[in-house]
C-alpha cells in the first residue's frame, strides 16, 4: 500500500498570510503513461463531506477559489492557501489515487491565528 | 455535472446487515472506477474497497477490516453501486462515502451515508 505522510498535523495561519501542507507518498503516484500525478486535496469542515480542491495534483476544481494552489510531483506534493481567510479554517487531506487501496494522508488542521 | 448519492444508512445492532447504496448521475458506474471509503467519528478517511470498471472485468478489492464481512456490487440497469455489509461490528460506525474516478476528471464524492452499529 502507497502510505501517505502529511506534514504538519496542524498549523495556525493568521488572516491573510501563507499556509502550506506538505504531502509525502511513499513511491510514486506519477504515472508515466499520461504523465499524471494522481493526488488530490480536500477541505473537510466538520459535518461536512470531503470537498475536493485540487486534482492531478494540480488542477483546480471548479468553482474553488484561486487562492488553493497543489504542485509537486512524482513522491512530494504541496498545497497552498496563498492567502488564508477565515472560511479556510477546516481539516485537509491528500489522497493518492494511483493504485488500490486508494490512501490517504492523516489530515491537517489550519487554524487562524 | 457528475453526481453520486448514498442511501441506506441506518443504526444496527452488532452482527447485524445492512446494505448502503450509491446512485449515480452524470457517469456511467460501469465505466468508473468506484469506491466505498469510511470516515469513523472523528476519525480519518479509510479506503473500504474498490470495483473495477467492467472493461478491467468488474472484479472487487476490500480492505483487511472488512474482508469476508462486506461486499461490493453494481447494477449497471439502474446505474448503482451497493454496499452489502454484513456481522457489523461496533468498530464499522461510520459516514460511508461512495467515490467515483473517471479521468480526466477528478474524484467525485457522495455526501455519505451515516452507519451506527451499537445494541
Known amino acids: 500500500d502507497i502510505v501517505m505522510t502529511q506534514s504538519p498535523d496542524s498549523l495556525a495561519v493568521s488572516l491573510g498570510e501563507r499556509a502550506t501542507i506538505n504531502c509525502e507518498s511513499s513511491?510514486?503516484?506519477?504515472?508515466?503513461?499520461?504523465?499524471?500525478?494522481?493526488l488530490a486535496w480536500y477541505q473537510q469542515k466538520p459535518g461536512q463531506p470531503p470537498k475536493l480542491l485540487i486534482y492531478?495534483?494540480?488542477t483546480r476544481e471548479s468553482g474553488v477559489p484561486d487562492r488553493f494552489s497543489g504542485s509537486g510531483s512524482g513522491t512530494d506534493f504541496t498545497l497552498v492557501i496563498s492567502s488564508l481567510q477565515a472560511e479556510d479554517v477546516a481539516l485537509y487531506y491528500c489522497?493518492?489515487?494511483?493504485?488500490?487501496?486508494?490512501?490517504f494522508g492523516g489530515g491537517t488542521k489550519v487554524e487562524i491565528k | 455535472e457528475v453526481q453520486l448519492v448514498e442511501s441506506g444508512g441506518d443504526l444496527v445492532k452488532p452482527g447485524g446487515a445492512l446494505r448502503l447504496s450509491c446512485t449515480a448521475s452524470?457517469?456511467?458506474?460501469?465505466?468508473?472506477?468506484m469506491n466505498w471509503v469510511r470516515q469513523a467519528p472523528g476519525k480519518g478517511l479509510e479506503w473500504v474497497g474498490h470495483?473495477?470498471?467492467?472493461?478491467?472485468?468488474?472484479?472487487?478489492d476490500y480492505a483487511a477490516p472488512v474482508k469476508g464481512r462486506f461486499t461490493i456490487s453494481r447494477d449497471d440497469s439502474k446505474n448503482t453501486l451497493w454496499l452489502q455489509m454484513n456481522s457489523l461490528k461496533s468498530e464499522d460506525t461510520a459516514v460511508y462515502y461512495c467515490?467515483?474516478?473517471?479521468?480526466?476528471?477528478?474524484?467525485?464524492w457522495g455526501q455519505g451515508t451515516l452507519v451506527t452499529v451499537s445494541s
Open positions: 470495483i473495477r470498471t467492467k472493461i478491467d472485468g468488474g472484479t472487487t
Open positions: 492531478w495534483a494540480s
Open positions: 467515490t467515483a474516478l473517471l479521468p480526466p476528471q477528478g474524484p467525485r
Open positions: 452524470g457517469l456511467t458506474v460501469t465505466n468508473a472506477w
Open positions: 513511491q510514486s503516484v506519477l504515472y508515466s503513461s499520461n504523465n499524471k500525478n494522481y
Open positions: 489522497q493518492q489515487y494511483y493504485s488500490i487501496p486508494v490512501t
